[in-house]
């Protein structure tokens, strides 16, 4: 099992920047893809970004590509979401997610992924 545990999250102006980050535990050398979704108050969950074991595949929505950006430090256990730019609409609860340790073919579906954590809310104001 991985318990992953998200901290960053919080109030900030539109234009402004927030860092998510995610603390994995457990057997988390099982882990291969991370990433992170979000889901607006009253909407569907969806992709954010994602990043591959080492780093070098990296993976985003349209909706953010340009503005966050993704990386994890694997000898800390810890993934990063930095987010610029961020707009209202960006307003939701953000989640940190882990697949274990197989390839993959899709990285921007729920279901490609085996844990999640508890989310952590982030409020962009106009």
């Known amino acids: 099992q991985v318990q992953l545990i998200e901290s960053g999250g919080g109030l900030v102006q539109a234009g402004g920047s927030l860092r998510l980050s995610c603390a994995a535990s457990?057997?988390?050398?099982?882990?291969?893809?991370m990433g992170w979704f979000r889901q607006p108050s009253g909407k569907e969950r969806e992709f954010v970004a994602a990043?591959?074991?080492?780093?070098?595949?990296?993976y985003y929505a349209d909706s953010v590509k340009g503005r966050f950006t993704i990386s994890r430090d694997n000898a800390k256990n810890t993934m990063y979401l930095q987010m610029n730019s961020l707009k209202p609409e960006d307003t939701a609860v953000y989640y940190c997610?882990?697949?274990?340790?197989?390839?993959?073919?899709?990285?921007?579906?729920?279901?490609?992924?085996?844990?999640w954590g508890q989310g952590t809310q982030v409020t962009v104001s106009a």
């Open positions: 997610v882990a697949r274990g340790p197989r390839w993959y073919t899709t990285y921007n579906l729920r279901s490609d992924y085996d844990y």
């Open positions: 457990g057997r988390t050398f099982s882990t291969n893809l």
């Open positions: 990043i591959g074991w080492s780093g070098d595949r990296t």
